[in-house]
């Protein structure tokens, strides 16, 4: 794998940040693949979305960016810009504090979305079959050691 996406990670003090921090004893309770200067993610409210880089940095109280390594950064990209448009998996999201895995195929939450991405475009960071239950902590644990920055 010589390509790379670009994640980024955030979290906020909102009471759902802190819900999915403690649920998944991460220190991050979202993550979104930077495209350029936007993002695709997965939000509560409004489901799979761009949005500007700078809007998410700014409404977040912290953030860091990792490369995640890929065999074709454009086909993880393409994947997720098929789902633009799709609802926030609730059911699914719900799951992983309940330990169930329930994954909506019309539906994501974060870092499912981006897993799934990943997987669809040949590049399986996880078995499909756990991808359900993908935090951001999970893929924060994918990001090579040497490589973790603050900047987009």
């Not at 995640?68 to 454009?74: E, M, R, T």
């Not at 799709?86 to 939450?109: H, K, M, N, P, S």
Request: charged residues 20%; proline residues 5%; aromatic residues 10%.
């Amino acid at each position: 794998m010589s390509q790379s996406v670009r994640v980024i990670f955030t979290r906020n003090w909102l009471p759902g940040s802190l819900l999915i921090r403690a649920a998944t004893w991460s220190r991050w309770s979202h993550c979104a693949l930077i495209v350029g200067d936007e993002v695709i993610e997965s939000v509560m409210g409004y489901g799979v979305r761009r949005r500007a880089l700078a809007d998410l940095i700014a409404s977040s109280s912290a953030h860091n960016c990792a490369d995640l390594p890929v065999q074709d950064a454009a086909g993880v990209i393409e994947a997720a810009e098929t789902q633009i448009g799709a609802r926030y998996d609730w059911t699914g999201a719900l799951g992983i504090a309940l330990r169930l895995v329930r994954q909506d195929r019309d539906a994501w939450f974060c870092s499912e979305l981006l897993a799934w991405a990943a997987y669809a475009s040949g590049s399986p960071w996880f078995r499909r079959d756990r991808i359900g239950r993908v935090t951001p902590e999970h893929l924060w644990m994918l990001a090579p050691i040497s490589a973790p920055n603050k900047g987009p």
